[in-house]
């Protein structure tokens, strides 16, 4: 089945902000890292204002179908990427908010497709709303983790992300990507 964001109600999911009261043992994606994180690390983050975490869960079961960390972050662009986005300014960094960690749980990828697609629209709704009411973000960004998986870029891609010719990380473990929000 399809997943699709609607920025209303989702009638088979709710996305809500970790609390302590969700029991968080039975996620598991194909990545220890991630499972390892939402477990022991995704609360403290919060407690120390350094990252907040989302968590969709199933109605009815609350079960953890997926999680997402955010972040504030900002970018370097070179002249050419800021010619791209029509930003003409003096300066070379912009701002922008980090989908700092992502995963879906392999039970409800074989059920669903469309559930990471559906966190990234909602991190798009996130800053989006952050921005008209708050303060400006102009890019979603993400560290694809191309180390524990590939063909990750290619799902990014699909979800309108481009690569940051300007920061890539030469260890070449993460590639900087960037979606921008008004385009
Ligand atoms: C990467 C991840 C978040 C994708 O979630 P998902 O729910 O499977 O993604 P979606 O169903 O929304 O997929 C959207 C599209 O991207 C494609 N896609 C998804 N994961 C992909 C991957 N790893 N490699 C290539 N393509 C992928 C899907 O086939 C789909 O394409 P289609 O619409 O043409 O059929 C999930 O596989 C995951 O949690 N992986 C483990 C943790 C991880 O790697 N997180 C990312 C860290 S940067």
Not at 55 to 65: Q, S, Y
Not at 76 to 90: D, F, G, R
Not at 158 to 167: A, D, R, S, T, V
Request: aromatic letters at 12%.
């Amino acid at each position: 089945m399809r997943i699709e964001f609607d920025d209303k109600e989702s009638p088979f999911f709710k996305l809500e902000q970790l609390s302590s009261e969700m029991f968080l043992h039975g996620f598991f994606c194909s990545v220890a890292e991630y499972n390892d994180y939402l477990i022991y690390n995704a609360l403290r983050s919060r407690q120390d204002n350094i990252a907040l975490t989302w968590v969709l869960r199933k109605r009815g079961t609350d079960d953890i179908a997926a999680y997402m960390s955010l972040v504030a972050d900002a970018i370097k662009l070179s002249v050419a990427e800021k010619e791209l986005h029509n930003l003409n300014y003096p300066f070379k960094t912009i701002p922008a908010m980090k989908i700092a960690k992502l995963a879906v749980s392999q039970p409800f990828q074989q059920v669903y497709h469309g559930i990471g697609s559906f966190m990234i629209k909602a991190a798009h709704h996130t800053a989006r709303m952050c921005s008209n009411d708050y303060f400006s973000v102009r890019f979603l960004t993400v560290d694809a983790d191309v180390e524990h998986n590939k063909n990750v870029l290619s799902f990014y891609k699909k979800n309108g992300f481009i690569i940051n010719n300007e920061l890539q990380n030469k260890n070449r473990k993460t590639i900087s990507m960037r979606l921008d929000l008004y385009s």
